[in-house]
Structure formats: C-alpha cells, structure tokens
C-alpha cells in the first residue's frame, strides 16, 4: 500500500481499476487519479470531483499522471 497522507481520502472502484486519492497541499486540494477513467468508471469519477467541488476548496488540482486512459467522457467530465 503507498503512503496516504494524513487527512487524506482513498476512494477505489476496484472492479474497474480506477483509484482516487484526495489530499490537502496547503489550501490546494489535490485529486490524484490513477488506473483508467472510461465509460465504466467516469460516472465514480464524475462523483468524486463533484464532491470535491462541493467542499468550495480554495483551488483544486486534477492530477492525471498517473492515467493509463482516458475516454471522451472522462474529459467532458473535465469540461463542465
């Protein structure tokens, strides 16, 4: 298991491979993605940034670095 910052929320929908990690750097919160964002897994990563959003947070930071794919739906979820 990798280091989970303390504060930090990991959310998993394991049964498609797409991992959610939210964590505090300052007032920037961070979303780090991880796995692949499809038309299986977008509507938990849909939810998860609008969760995010909802917390009002001074910035938000999508990291995707470590995203093997992501379909067209996924990015219209970046979008709106």
């Known amino acids: 298991r990798r280091y989970q910052p303390a504060g930090s929320q990991d959310t998993v929908n394991s049964s498609h491979g797409l991992r959610l990690l939210e964590s505090y750097d300052g007032a920037v919160l961070v979303l780090s993605a991880s796995g692949v964002i499809?038309?299986?897994?977008?509507?938990?990563?849909?939810?998860?940034?609008?969760?995010?959003?909802?917390q009002r947070p001074a910035a938000l930071i999508i990291d995707l670095s470590h995203v093997e794919f992501m379909s067209a739906v996924g990015i219209d979820v970046l979008v709106q």
Not at 43 to 52: D, L, W
């Open 38 to 54: 499809d038309l299986a897994t977008t509507p938990h990563f849909a939810h998860r940034v609008n969760e995010v959003l909802k």
